[in-house]
């Protein structure tokens, strides 16, 4: 099956500071999406970006779908940002997740 | 709409004792899926449907019964529940010409004792 490896696993922020992480997936894919888990464990839909390029006002995600990776990029980091941020891929109609990438932005 | 809708938020259970987890959805979505998530990891799929009356497994289906007798909803049943179901369990509903893009529920926080 598919294979998702996310980059950093832990990160620490200052506020107001920038950051990428990284998904890479080892096979061909027709769905990838960046979640937000919140510390009250909620899932957030942050993009359905299968291939491209998105913006979201501070966060953006860029996908290269011939090279099997996508980057998640927050900028101007705030204190809400904190929390788990999740790569999910399919080929088909089963989400695949990677471990996750833990942020933590300090005030 | 309400989206996906899970109840209950919390439950305790003994080992061996049954349970189901409720999962709804308003959005006309085809396609449902349960998923677990414990400590330090990603969710995993646990069982999923295509379609009222359509079911299979996924990556981790043992010590799980599901049914879809409706679109709108897929319950997620414990047999005879045991600690290392001990997780947090999240439904999930997309439809093909959303390409498939997940909306998850709230999650229920499920502990074994």
């Known amino acids: 099956g598919i294979q998702v490896e996310q980059s950093p696993p832990d990160l620490i922020l200052q506020e107001g500071a920038n950051s990428t992480l990284r998904c890479n997936f080892s096979d061909s894919v027709n769905n990838l999406q960046w979640f937000h888990q919140n510390p009250w464990g909620q899932l957030i839909n942050l993009f359905y970006i299968p291939s491209g390029t998105k913006q979201n006002g501070r966060l953006s995600a860029t996908t290269v779908a011939t090279e099997r990776y996508s980057l998640l990029y927050i900028s101007s980091s705030q204190t809400t940002d904190s929390g788990v941020y999740f790569c999910a891929v399919s080929s088909g109609n089963k989400l695949v997740f990677g471990a996750g990438t833990i942020l933590r932005v300090k005030s | 709409n309400a989206g996906v809708t899970q109840t209950p938020k919390f439950q305790v259970l003994k080992t061996g004792q049954s349970m189901t987890l409720q999962c709804a959805q308003d959005?006309?979505?085809?396609?449902m899926s349960w998923y677990r998530q414990d400590p330090g990891m990603g969710l995993r799929l646990i069982h999923y449907s295509v379609g009222a009356g359509i079911t299979d497994q996924g990556e981790v289906p043992n010590g799980y019964n599901v049914s879809r007798s409706t679109t709108e909803d897929f319950p997620l049943r414990l047999l005879s529940a045991a600690p290392s179901q001990t997780s947090v369990y999240f439904c999930a509903s997309s439809t093909w010409w959303r390409g498939y893009e997940q909306y998850f529920g709230p999650g229920t926080r499920l502990t074994v004792t």
């Open positions: 959005m006309n979505h085809e396609y």
